[in-house]
């Protein structure tokens, strides 16, 4: 069966299908920039984003962000801002001197058939790395690693471990019995 993303990013859509695959989906991508709403977790941030967008249902959106133990889980629901301000380089600096690494990712699916919203969520511990390293993915790959190597090391390899899959494994097992 098909199913319909809206994402104005790239790297995310082409995960999304590489995952779906596996799962007999066929995720298709409509590419769309929203205007993402504020909100205090992810969970909300696409509850709203779901709200706002103008798009015939069903379709699904994701937002996912990047948490920092030891910045207090900065950027978390300011991920997609702080990405395009500071960077990668801007995040290796504020860690610069701390010995805590720990960070993960999250990942929050809704998906929306006009009706009712259905949240999936996803995580994966990993740390932040000394230095940007890869060069596959996207966004904050080169600097987030999962037992020594970085997502953007790992190429198709972080499918099969991602915040990403981890939501979307559940979100396409329930869209496969749903329907
Ligand atoms: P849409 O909202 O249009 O889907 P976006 O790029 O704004 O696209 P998010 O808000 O979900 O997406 O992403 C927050 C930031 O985290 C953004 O800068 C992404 O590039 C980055 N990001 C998301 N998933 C990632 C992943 O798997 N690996 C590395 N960075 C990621
Ligand atoms: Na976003």
Same mark, same amino acid.
């Given at each position: 069966m098909r199913v319909r993303f809206i994402t104005s990013n790239k790297g995310k859509f082409e995960e999304m299908k590489h995952i779906g695959e596996k799962y007999g989906i066929d995720v298709e991508w409509a590419s769309m920039e929203y205007l993402e709403p504020q909100g205090s977790s992810l969970e909300f941030v696409a509850r709203k984003s779901i709200e706002m967008?103008? =798009?015939?249902?069903?379709f699904f959106i994701e937002d996912s962000g990047l948490f920092i133990e030891a910045l207090n /889980? *900065?950027? &978390?629901?300011y991920s997609s801002y702080v990405f395009k301000t500071i960077g990668n380089e801007g995040i290796l600096r504020l860690m610069e /001197?701390?010995?805590?690494r720990k960070a993960r990712f999250v990942c929050v699916i809704a998906y929306t058939d006009g009706v009712e919203t259905q949240i999936f969520t996803g995580e994966v511990e990993g740390e932040i790395a000394r230095e940007a390293r890869g060069? =596959? &993915? *996207? /966004?904050?790959d080169p600097i987030f690693e999962v037992s020594g190597r970085t997502f953007a090391e790992m190429g198709n390899e972080k499918n099969a471990v991602s915040h990403r899959r981890r939501a979307a494994e559940k979100f396409f097992s329930w869209l496969a019995k749903s329907f």
């Open positions: 967008i103008d =798009a015939k249902p069903p /889980g *900065f950027p &978390g629901v /001197g701390i010995e805590n060069d =596959a &993915g *996207f /966004g904050y």
